[in-house]
């Protein structure tokens, strides 16, 4: 004995995919769908231009790239841009701001960093701590 025939299905049209924009809102004067981008793939190069405020911009492209791509390094682009840029400070800079800056102390006078660092060795060595009971109940007093 046979299995039954399934009644056979029309095949269903695939989804469509929507094209991607090529036409994108400006980053400079905020107009919406100003922009518009052209891809020349066999120069290699992909630009921007503003319809209202005619801000330009180009970038090299490979074969898979698209318009979105063009834009997403624009705005990578400008955010660099407007990026502030910390100088560096040299390894000299930094020791004498370090040294030049003045710190509380625990009783709540302001000293200098070397203070403090003496102060440090001398906790870690044992001065000025408490050796006995007694001497915790006399700073009491």
Known sequence: MGKRKKAARKPQGGKRKE?????????????????????????????????????????????LSHAVDVYSEWVDACDEVAKPKSRPISSKQNESQRQSQTYPSA?????????????????RIGQNRPTTIDDYDDDDE
């Open 107 to 123: 009783s709540g006078a302001v000293s200098d960093l070397e203070d403090d660092e003496d102060d440090e060795e001398d906790m």
């Open 19 to 63: 094209p991607l924009s090529t036409t994108f809102n400006c980053l400079f004067c905020n107009h919406e769908d100003s922009v518009t981008c052209k891809l020349d793939k066999k120069a290699g190069i992909g630009q921007l231009q503003c319809k209202i405020c005619g801000q330009q911009f180009q970038s090299n492209i490979n074969y």
